[in-house]
């Protein structure tokens, strides 16, 4: 391709959001920079902390805000800055804990409830879980316990013992929010002047030409459209496919590498629309695991626990289902589910897509069937359908935000008190999320009876190999793997108490 | 909060204000070190490490590093111009490795560039050339190779051999007990900048500044007047900034001497987690007789710590092991041999409650085994065994306890808890429940405050008072978000009878309190409340005379309240009188210095009164188990804990509440794991998992003791409240070997290690399942 021709010729150089109300317009931005380094390095905003820059303590948190689907309101979504790429705020508010009392020293209602529950010791959290409480403020206008510790579940603090904030976010809905701005109106509050007038300074920022820009030598696309990107993915068969970028941030903050040529998918029309049809969950790659998990949930219940337990909410605002799934790590926690459901990948290369069953997307550890050039474009799920029972459970050290041990996924089909169809899968047990064939064998045409369990479980002994690691030994992993299937049955015939995440709640 | 204000002015002295930089937190305005301005031309420091656990260095080949981007200087060990030593106690913690490495994460050089990022990536280019040695990586190893940081200490009291012997009685166990990290959210952080004629100006994220001034001053050959180490606030520390900081603040401050630019060294999560060390993690043999009621005869114990490569403050850290061996038990007979392991592993340091969780671990571990074997409630075993009035209340270490209220609170939360029949409902669902199970556990907490090293137990403060009638406050604790400096304000808002917005509360600073003891053991307000209220004290009888005089009344009529200032007819503002007694020319700044009374220990003996006095708590928890996961989760804590007269309640019950949930994560979810060559695998939150919000309880009912004045004369009868609490979680623990003692329908002691993880639960439970 000629230099004049380049999928890229027609981009925008200059990145663009907004802060505090002003468009920031920032040129030679090297596409590798956070947002947390940006504040805190380049603006000098230091109220937002670096605490681990992995993504996995919350000090960074702020809060981004777009257009929701609808149009009309905005949508606040907490977000790591320490692992966000600085482009990606392209054509998006940043708010910042400095952002919320302003100038005029106004606090805002969650600020004032942490003051007055006593929310904060060293403060050094305190930014990241005021910012988390403020998403919350946006998006729920009366949480419950068990949502409010959801909110939560991505802040760490080490001093309160957690009781005093979780007063806060009961206690920030009681204030007065005294004043008309968006920032201070709880989430139920109509649509007012304030929040019109931020909706039109994102839509009139979106409305040019896509972003293409070079910095330090490495180079950022953020395409609108699926025919540019399918074009850019081409045209850099190299290039690092960047979506919510919780792993590839830390592949920069952590191992210090720098990829140079990043191509975004966030924002492309056609990987992040999300929809029911024929019978499947039909998922664009890019679509965020919030809205992901919302739509599996409203489909598949039984999956609940395990997508609220699944990182945390500024992980999954910004990871994607997609990227979960082609960072083919063998503990991703959504892959054993997806594999029981015999879910399947629309794989893109240029113009021309190809269908891959999950189960056949794993080839080796980290390895799949990617083709250079070639990249997820959808997920479709088939929905289970009348008579299947489906589950799946992660065993972790901590209950939020961990990565699992084991995580087993089930779905079988009775006919008649036998089984007609079993699906059973596990992460954390092989170098990749795998199907349990042996152990799906000895489960099919048997009686759905403790002793068909029994047979099941020793099956699993031939179907895995696993290792030992920080997170638990093989023997546990073996042990494990076997009862959550007894779980699983247990479950579906009804006996009472089996899951101590929710005893009682 | 029920507020117990002594007086009218705004944040009196037992009023539930909040944090004093609590508005500053929530907007982010809080400044840390690394928020701090940064001077110009400010280097940033990285740190390169060792990859081995123990070798030799055949050669250290720094040119590529040297060669980077943006770098503009490196530095070594042999380029150390004083002490290449930070260890606080003894002289065995190099900053930079000399020739041998003893564990993987040591400090080998250290490399500054432009930014922290290309320092970072530098210190990565590194070839270092290893013969490796052997390493001694476990407690067990280390005791059978003889391999001690220090020597071990034996305390002993009456014949437990015989009286063992001599029991109706016998067990023997064993059990192990992990360490635990900080994680303080703020890492590591120290800035240093050049001063006049090769003087050092250290920011310093420490507890303890003016150790960071004395091991700053002899690395880099010059004296402590020539240092001065700074310090407003921490982001948590927790113990791992009272020796820790010294080796971080040494490398910025060699690198600043260096190329005389200021320098900033902030350990990445992961480096941090790596190079700096953590709680003692324990092994723990015994062997104990008692009688049919469960009461002890006698005890022998064997604690073993895994120190780590030196002895920083472990020495101390075992000794208070040995001293909470008892926790709230009368021991008449019994013996405990202490062993310090030298490993290649890293340095352990302080942790909140500084040995003394490990020793009440081991007595409460023995107890409940006891109660298992007789087939008792294991509080009937506790309060068989608590601590008398006027008879059996001697310690082990000769210390007659004289403040015991164990058994008031025990009764109180025994009634307030449910205690009784919430564990005959458990019992009842367990026998219906065949997957999980419940358990409930009450234990007891009594520890002790002071130092052990009684010249430790001294502090000082400085107050000026302007001619506007503020106050500008000082003192030698420093601020890591345990609410000292608010407190310290309290007192000395009260003392001076003014509103606390008109005291200036100021960064600890070593050239405004000098020698000042690190903020640690709990003794924080205690100390400097006592220092500041004794400086005050010195103001205000200087203008209470004055006062007297000048208005022509005798002293007795001067009186201070609520901002005003009475003499005889006349009132006139706090102010009024400053400005009116600096006309005068009396002098309105003072020191005040403070040492605790009645203490005094020989350590040849470990015996004396190390302690000035005991706080007290106690706390119910229950617990919920999956015996097919082993996965566990806390139902319901009750908490009744003793504070004295607590100086803040709204501040004391966040170090109670945190303190617990702290100790939680400590005794469950928290695991640190080293693989076979001596690498912690679990060095950041993606692998280290400390509670988050829905590990909390439900259901938490904390409560703090009421009118229960500290029976010493402490600081408005208050008592220390930073790490007592902690103590409170292992409560949490018990519950959980109660619902696993459930499995063997309470007929055998169970096997349960800490932290207890899903695994070690599950072990526990497949063990109780057995038929041996």
């Known amino acids: 391709m000629s230099e004049g021709k380049t999928a890229h010729s027609n981009c925008r150089k200059t990145l663009r959001f907004i802060l505090d109300g002003e468009t920031v317009e920032l040129n030679d931005v090297d596409p590798n920079r956070t947002v947390l380094q940006y504040l805190r390095e380049d603006i000098r905003r230091t109220g937002t902390k670096e605490g681990c820059a992995e993504g996995d303590c919350g000090a960074c948190t702020v809060v981004v805000a777009d257009i929701d689907p609808s149009g009309e309101r905005l949508r606040a979504r907490a977000v790591n800055s320490c692992i966000q790429f600085l482009p990606t705020l392209d054509g998006k508010e940043l708010l910042t804990v400095e952002s919320l009392a302003g100038a005029e020293e106004v606090l805002h209602p969650a600020q004032r409830a942490m003051i007055d529950c006593h929310g904060s010791q060293c403060g050094f959290c305190t930014p990241g879980f005021v910012m988390s409480l403020f998403a919350l403020f946006k998006s729920n206008a009366s949480p419950t316990r068990q949502q409010i510790d959801e909110a939560l579940a991505g802040n760490l603090c080490r001093c309160t013992g957690y009781r005093p904030i979780v007063d806060a976010a009961r206690e920030m809905y009681k204030a007065n929010p005294g004043s008309d701005s968006w920032l201070m109106q709880p989430s139920n509050a109509e649509a007012g002047a304030d929040e019109q007038r931020r909706i039109a300074k994102l839509e009139a920022l979106f409305a040019d030409e896509p972003l293409g820009i070079e910095g330090c030598g490495r180079k950022f696309f953020s395409p609108r459209e699926l025919d540019h990107f399918a074009e850019l993915v081409a045209e850099y068969p190299s290039a690092t496919i960047l979506a919510g970028g919780t792993d590839i941030g830390l592949w920069v903050t952590k191992q210090h590498r720098n990829p140079d040529v990043l191509i975004y998918s966030g924002n492309v029309d056609g990987l992040t629309d999300i929809a029911v049809r024929g019978g499947c969950l039909d998922i664009g790659a890019a679509v965020s695991l919030t809205d992901a998990m919302e739509m599996i949930i409203a489909h598949v219940p039984a999956l609940e626990e395990l997508f609220v337990r699944f990182a945390s909410p500024p992980i999954r605002n910004a990871a994607t289902l997609g990227g979960n799934i082609a960072n083919g790590s063998p503990i991703g926690d959504s892959m054993p589910a997806l594999l029981v459901m015999d879910a399947e990948l629309i794989l893109r290369a240029g113009g021309s897509s190809r269908s891959v069953a999950l189960a056949d997307f794993y080839l080796a550890y980290q390895q799949t069937a990617l083709q250079p050039g070639e990249f997820i474009e959808r997920i479709r799920i088939p929905l289970p359908g009348e008579g299947n029972l489906v589950q799946s459970y992660k065993v972790a050290k901590r209950f939020d935000q961990d990565i699992s041990a084991v995580c087993g996924a089930y779905r079988v089909r009775l006919d008649d008190g036998k089984v007609a169809e079993a699906r059973i899968a596990y992460g954390g047990m092989a170098e990749i999320p795998a199907r349990a064939m042996k152990c799906e064998q000895s489960l099919l045409g048997s009686e759905w009876k403790e002793e068909s369990i029994e047979r099941a479980m020793r099956a699993l002994d031939e179907d895995f190999s696993p290792i030992s690691d920080m997170r638990s030994s093989a023997a546990y992993r073996r042990q494990v793997c076997g009862n959550l299937l007894k779980r699983f049955y247990l479950e579906t015939i009804g006996s009472p108490a089996v899951r101590v995440y929710s005893y009682g709640r | ?310 002895a920083d403050l472990s020495g101390a850290i075992n000794d208070r092991t040995m001293f909470h061996c008892d926790n709230a038990y009368f021991l008449r007979n019994v013996t405990v041999v202490s062993h310090r392991c030298k490993t290649n592993t890293v340095s352990n340091t302080a942790f909140r409650g500084f040995g003394g969780p490990q020793g009440m671990f081991g007595i409460e571990v023995v107890i409940d085994d006891i109660a298992r074997h007789l087939g008792l409630d294991p509080l009937q075993v506790r309060r068989e065994n608590f601590y008398g009035k006027g008879e059996r209340d001697t310690t082990p270490y000769q210390q007659k306890i004289e403040d ?369």
């Open chain 2, 1 to 310: 909060m029920r507020s117990r204000a002594r007086s009218a002015i705004a944040g009196a002295v037992g009023s539930p204000i909040p944090h004093d930089s609590s508005r500053l937190h929530v907007t982010g305005r809080a400044a840390f070190t690394d928020d701090l301005p940064e001077p110009r031309d400010l280097l940033h420091v990285a740190v390169g490490t060792s990859t081995k656990a123990h070798a030799r260095i055949r050669s250290l080949d720094l040119s590529a590093v040297s060669a980077a981007p943006g770098v503009i200087a490196v530095m070594t060990a042999n380029e150390i111009p004083g002490a290449n030593n930070c260890g606080p106690v003894v002289d065995d913690d190099p900053i930079l490795a000399a020739g041998l490495v003893e564990y993987v994460g040591q400090a080998v050089f250290s490399v500054a560039a432009d930014t922290a990022e290309r320092a970072r990536k530098a210190a990565r280019l590194a070839r270092i050339d290893y013969e490796e040695l052997t390493p001694v990586l476990g407690i067990r190893e280390a005791i059978a190779a003889r391999s001690f940081v220090l020597p071990t200490e034996s305390l002993f009291r009456g014949d437990s051999k015989k009286a063992i012997a001599d029991a109706a009685h016998r067990l023997k166990g064993s059990v192990e007990l992990g360490g635990q990290d900080q994680f303080y959210l703020e890492g590591q952080i120290a800035m240093a900048l050049p001063a006049e004629d090769g003087d050092l100006f250290v920011y310093s994220s420490t507890q303890h500044p003016g150790e960071v001034q004395h091991l700053v001053a002899e690395a880099t050959g010059r004296q402590s007047k020539d240092v001065i180490v700074e310090c407003r606030r921490m982001g948590g520390a927790f113990g791992g900034k009272e020796s820790q900081p010294a080796l971080i603040a040494c490398i910025a401050a060699l690198m600043t001497q260096k190329t005389g630019r200021a320098c900033k060294l902030r350990l990445d999560r992961d480096v941090d987690m790596i190079m700096t060390g953590k709680r003692h993690d324990f092994v723990i043999d015994y062997e104990v007789g008692f009688d049919e009621r469960g009461r002890i005869d006698g005890i022998d114990f064997m604690f073993a710590s895994r120190c780590g490569m030196s």
């Open chain 2, 404 to 772: 015991n209220i164990i058994n008031e609170i025990v009764d109180e939360l025994v009634n307030t808890s449910g205690y009784l029949e919430r564990r005959a409902d458990i019992r009842k669902f367990n026998q219906q429940n065949p997957v999980l199970k419940r358990g409930i556990a009450l234990t007891p907490v009594k520890f002790g405050i002071s130092f052990t090293a009684t010249h430790l137990n001294q502090a000082g403060a400085l107050l000026h008072v302007y001619t506007d009638g503020t106050v500008h406050l000082n003192h030698g604790g420093t601020e890591m978000g345990q609410g000292l400096f608010t407190k310290v304000a309290q007192v000395v808002a009260e003392e001076l009878q003014i509103d606390i917005d008109r005291i200036k509360i100021t960064a600890s600073d070593t050239s405004k309190v000098p020698n000042a003891s690190a903020t640690a053991a709990s003794s924080g307000s205690d100390m400097n409340g006592k220092a500041a209220q004794i400086a005050a004290a010195k103001i205000r009888r200087r203008l209470t005379s004055f006062a007297a005089d000048h208005f022509s009344v005798a002293e007795q009529e001067v009186v201070f309240d609520n901002n005003e200032i009475r003499a005889g007819g006349k009132t006139l503002s706090f102010a009024e009188l400053a400005h009116l007694a600096w006309f005068a020319r009396v002098p309105l700044s003072a020191t005040g210095f403070y040492r605790t009374p009645k203490i005094n220990y020989d350590r040849s003996t470990f015996s004396g009164r190390p302690f000035f006095y005991y706080a007290y708590g106690a706390a119910v928890s229950e617990v919920i188990i999956d015996t097919l996961t082993g996965e566990q989760r806390l139902l319901r804590a009750d908490i009744l804990h003793d504070c004295g007269d607590s100086l803040n309640p709204a501040i004391d019950m966040g170090q109670i509440e945190g303190g617990f949930i702290q100790g939680v994560g400590w005794l469950t979810s928290e695991e640190l794991w080293w693989n076979a060559e001596g690498e912690l695998k679990t060095h950041a939150p993606s692998t280290y998992k400390i509670p988050t919000s829905s590990d909390v309880p439900v259901d938490f009912r904390v409560s703090m003791l009421r009118s229960s004045p500290n029976r010493e004369e402490t600081i408005y009868r208050s008592k220390a409240v930073g790490e007592p609490p902690l103590m409170l979680s292992l409560s949490a623990f018990h519950a959980i070997r109660d619902a696993v003692a459930s499995v063997s329908d309470y007929s055998k002691r169970p096997q349960l290690e800490a932290p207890a993880t899903p695994e070690s639960v599950l072990k526990a439970v497949i063990e109780q399942q057995s038929d041996e």
